[in-house]
Nanobody, 128 residues
């Protein structure tokens, strides 16, 4: 059974940093694409970043390029989202999502909201 558990959210001042973790169980990272979505209050969920388990290819939304870095630790079966230079607009609930890789389908460049496995979410608040 696929299970995703997020951690690392919290309250941070503008310009600060946080590192989110997504601990995966029930599957190996190499077989999946893992993404991060966020939902700000009153807004729809948006894809933030994604990493492909097999080749480590990555995707970033334009709004976070240069500030966020996604990475994985296969030994720990965990994906991380390092968030630097945080802005109030980054506030929201961050969800880790996963989808099994399909040959020839660049999953990280498809809507992450279609991924079928979700974590419970972790709150990130950027405020002074």
């Amino acid at each position: 059974q696929v299970r995703l558990v997020e951690s690392g959210g919290g309250l941070v001042q503008p310009g600060g940093s946080l590192r989110l973790s997504c601990a995966a169980s029930g599957f190996t990272l190499n077989d999946y694409a893992i993404g991060w979505l966020r939902q700000a209050p009153g807004k729809k969920r948006d894809g933030v970043s994604c990493i492909t388990g097999s080749d480590g290819g990555t995707y970033y939304a334009d709004s976070v390029k240069g500030r966020f870095t996604i990475s994985r630790d296969n030994a720990k079966n965990t994906v991380y989202l390092q968030m630097n230079g945080l802005k109030p607009d980054d506030t929201g609930v961050y969800y880790c999502v996963a989808e099994r890789l399909t040959y020839g389908v660049p999953l990280c460049f498809t809507p992450l909201t279609n991924f079928r496995s979700w974590g419970q979410g972790t709150q990130v608040t950027v405020s002074s």
